[in-house]
Every structure is written in structure tokens, then in C-alpha cells.
């Protein structure tokens, strides 16, 4: 079991992701089903660990498809929704690292050690902006339920992998807790 200690917020003091979109489905077991669409559903950040370390990672829900348990007859503060969504690269293709090395642009290695560019320096050498498929883990416990205006808010925590440098290092798992709010509204068709 992974032990997650707490870190130091180095980007901002609040980190959103706003204006997310989505449907929101009832199955004919009664499980509800939110599935992600659109939005400003990803925010670049930066933690510090206690050791100095910094780990960058993009917070994220993206395609995210959350399900409660069968037989919910209306949303209230027992209904939980838990799901997967995927976690694209910190990075994109066209980013270069300090040494000039990059996935579409760049050197193919480190410019001063062309004759060191050997199995261990592959990894840093060969750059890869990958988008992992259902990585990150949510869970979503509603508080909070106001039927005449569609709110809904509660508590969230996820996990999802950091940053790896476009593939340089390993990732880290990231545990991320918080608060969410959402309003459901009538499908406008």
C-alpha cells in the first residue's frame, strides 16, 4: 500500500477545474452514471514534498465516467460516484527539456554526450508525450443537495500518476482531496 505524504502547493493557493460538462444518466439498475465532456477539465500544478522534491503533475478529469451503486431513486448525501478518467501528459510533443531533447522537435540526445548516449540514458534521450488511459481514480461523496436550484457539492479525493518528464522518471502517485460543486440541469436537446 502506497503511503502519501502531504505536500506544499508551490503553483497557486487554489486550484480549479471550472465549467466542466457532462451527462448525467440513470441505468435502468438505478445506477447513476456522469460522464465527462467538456470543460476547463485539467490544471497544471506543482507540488513540494517535505524533502525539497517537486513533483508537477496535471490534475485532471478528463473522460472521466463516474457510476454510483444500483438502485439510487434520487441524489442525495448517501449517493457516491466513483470512476476513472484519463491523464494526459504534463507536457506536450513540442516541448523541449533543458538539454534540448524533445518528442517532435530537438536533439535525439543530450547535446554534449552524443558518445554517453547509451541504455541508460535512453530514458531521458527518448522523449514520450503519452496520455494514460483510465490512470487516475476518483471518488465523489455528495454533502450537500438543493433540489429546487439542481446543486449538488461535496468532497472529492483522486488518485493519478505526476508528471514523468515525458517518460525521463517515474511517476508518482498523487492522492488529491477537495471540494466539488456541481448543478444539474434538464438536457437541452
Known amino acids: 500500500e502506497a503511503e502519501f505524504v502531504p505536500g506544499k502547493l508551490l503553483t497557486r ?11 448525467l444518466k440513470v441505468g435502468t439498475d438505478g445506477t447513476l452514471t456522469f460522464t465527462e465532456e467538456d470543460g476547463l ?24 465516467v463516474a457510476s454510483s451503486d444500483p438502485g439510487v431513486v434520487a441524489i442525495n448525501t448517501s ?20 538539454k534540448g531533447r524533445g518528442v517532435a522537435t530537438g536533439y535525439d540526445n543530450a547535446v554534449a554526450l552524443p ?4 541504455s541508460k540514458r535512453v530514458r531521458a534521450n527518448v522523449k514520450v508525450a503519452d496520455t494514460r488511459t483510465k ?14 436550484t439542481g446543486e449538488v457539492g461535496g ?14 522518471r517515474p511517476a508518482l502517485d498523487v492522492k488529491i482531496r477537495g471540494l466539488f460543486y456541481a448543478r444539474i440541469e ?3 436537446s
Open 13 to 23: 493557493f487554489t486550484s480549479s477545474i471550472d465549467q466542466v460538462q457532462g451527462t
Open 41 to 64: 477539465d485539467f490544471q497544471a500544478i506543482t507540488i513540494q514534498l517535505p524533502g525539497g522534491e517537486q513533483v508537477p503533475f496535471l490534475f485532471t478529469i478528463k473522460e472521466l
Open 79 to 98: 449517493t457516491d460516484l466513483r470512476g476513472e478518467f484519463n491523464v494526459p501528459s504534463y507536457r506536450s510533443a513540442g516541448f523541449l527539456d533543458p
Open 115 to 118: 558518445a554517453s548516449d547509451n
Open 135 to 148: 490512470a487516475g481514480k476518483i471518488s465523489l461523496q455528495v454533502a450537500k443537495v438543493n433540489s429546487a
Open 155 to 168: 468532497i472529492f479525493e483522486s488518485t493519478q500518476p505526476s508528471d514523468t518528464d515525458l517518460g525521463a
Open 186 to 188: 434538464p438536457s437541452v
